[in-house]
């Protein structure tokens, strides 16, 4: 019987699996070897039946995450999710199996390219920073800086939201007022008179962040201002396009499902395997 050297060894049976004829009983053993850590062989198959179910509902979570991103692939400062797997120790039969499981989402915080548009109130964040607006739930950051001027003068987000100045309040800008230029550390001007100042915000690196509306995300922790500086700033006449890279996303879903069908044709075996051991026991009865 082969036995995991860690915990968690779920992926490297995609790579061990052999074709049906082929050395059946090597595959059999990968199967059973999901769930077996040294214990005894009366649990064996009942709690490989458990892992392999386990592993596929993690996986099943990990492809929503992925199908999630991909239709999300072209949305504006859009970060992608992902999600933490590990294992969960369970005690059976005396010792220890280890369960896979899909842990905590966590969203990514990479840098999506940069798309010039030539539009006066698109404004792109360079380096770590966030805007701010202001939302039902509280302030909610976002790297889309797609902005607009309703008819009272007020700049909001593509979402509807008032955009936030760097103290915390709603930006304001008279429309009529002339063409509106924003610089590298967030100054608003029209006709060469400073008129505001976009807000740029800095998330604690430990924040918790959760998805809210379109591109933003909330925060547990307050977030503090941003002096702008080489490293991090505005770009006018830009937008952040989504950090989602479709290929590679296509690539992990065709490996999960590669997966998931080798840990149903060892589901299959096992409960095979289960009810060969039922017949053979019951035989001698």
Same mark, same amino acid.
């Given at each position: 019987?082969?036995?995991?050297?860690?915990?968690?060894?779920?992926l490297?049976?995609?790579?061990?699996?052999?074709?049906?004829?082929?050395?059946?009983?090597?595959?059999?053993?990968?199967?059973?070897?999901?769930?077996?850590?040294?214990?005894?062989?009366?649990?064996?198959?009942?709690?490989a039946?458990?892992?392999?179910?386990?592993?596929?509902?993690?996986?099943?979570?990990?492809?929503?995450?992925?199908?999630?991103?991909?239709?999300?692939?072209?949305?504006?400062?859009?970060?992608?999710e992902?999600?933490?797997?590990?294992?969960?120790?369970?005690?059976?039969?005396?010792?220890? /199996?280890?369960?896979?499981?899909?842990?905590?989402?966590?969203?990514?915080?990479?840098?999506g390219?940069?798309r010039?548009?030539?539009?006066?109130?698109?404004?792109?964040?360079?380096?770590?920073?966030?805007?701010? /607006?202001?939302?039902?739930?509280?302030?909610?950051?976002?790297r889309?800086?797609?902005?607009?001027?309703?008819?009272?003068?007020?700049?909001?987000?593509?979402?509807?939201?008032?955009?936030?100045?760097?103290?915390?309040?709603?930006?304001?800008?008279?429309?009529?007022?002339?063409?509106?230029?924003i610089?590298?550390?967030g100054?608003?001007?029209?006709?060469?008179?400073?008129?505001?100042?976009?807000?740029?915000?800095?998330?604690?690196?430990?924040?918790?962040?959760?998805?809210?509306?379109?591109?933003?995300?909330?925060?547990?922790?307050?977030a503090?201002?941003?002096?702008?500086?080489?490293?991090?700033?505005?770009?006018?006449?830009?937008?952040?396009?989504?950090?989602?890279?479709?290929?590679?996303?296509?690539?992990?879903?065709?490996?999960?499902?590669?997966?998931?069908?080798?840990?149903?044709?060892?589901?299959?075996?096992?409960?095979?395997?289960?009810?060969?051991?039922?017949?053979?026991?019951?035989?001698?009865?």
């Open positions: 019987m082969i036995a995991f050297s860690s915990r968690l060894e779920m490297k049976l995609t790579r061990n699996w052999t074709p049906a004829g082929q050395g059946s009983r090597k595959r059999r053993d990968s199967c059973l070897a999901l769930a077996t850590w040294n214990r005894p062989r009366r649990t064996i198959l009942t709690t039946l458990y892992v392999d179910a386990a592993a596929q509902m993690a996986l099943t979570r990990r492809m929503d995450s992925l199908a999630f991103n991909l239709a999300n692939a072209n949305t504006t400062g859009f970060l992608s992902g999600l933490k797997f590990d294992s969960v120790l369970s005690t059976t039969g005396g010792a220890n /199996v280890a369960f896979p499981n899909a842990g905590a989402d966590y969203i990514s915080l990479a840098h390219a940069m010039k548009t030539g539009n006066a109130l698109d404004v792109a964040v360079r380096g770590d920073g966030w805007l701010s /607006v202001l939302t039902p739930a509280g302030p909610a950051y976002t889309d800086g797609r902005l607009q001027i309703d008819a009272g003068g007020s700049v909001r987000s593509i979402a509807g939201y008032p955009v936030l100045d760097a103290g915390g309040a709603p930006l304001a800008i008279d429309a009529s007022a002339g063409e509106v230029s610089a590298a550390d100054a608003i001007s029209q006709r060469g008179k400073t008129v505001g100042i976009l807000g740029l915000f800095s998330l604690e690196p430990d924040a918790r962040l959760s998805r809210h509306d379109n591109s933003s995300v909330l925060s547990d922790r307050e503090t201002p941003v002096t702008p500086s080489s490293r991090a700033g505005l770009m006018q006449g830009f937008l952040e396009q989504s950090n989602v890279n479709p290929l590679l996303e296509l690539t992990k879903m065709i490996e999960i499902q590669r997966t998931f069908d080798h840990i149903s044709a060892c589901l299959n075996m096992t409960d095979n395997a289960q009810q060969d051991a039922i017949r053979t026991l019951g035989a001698q009865t």
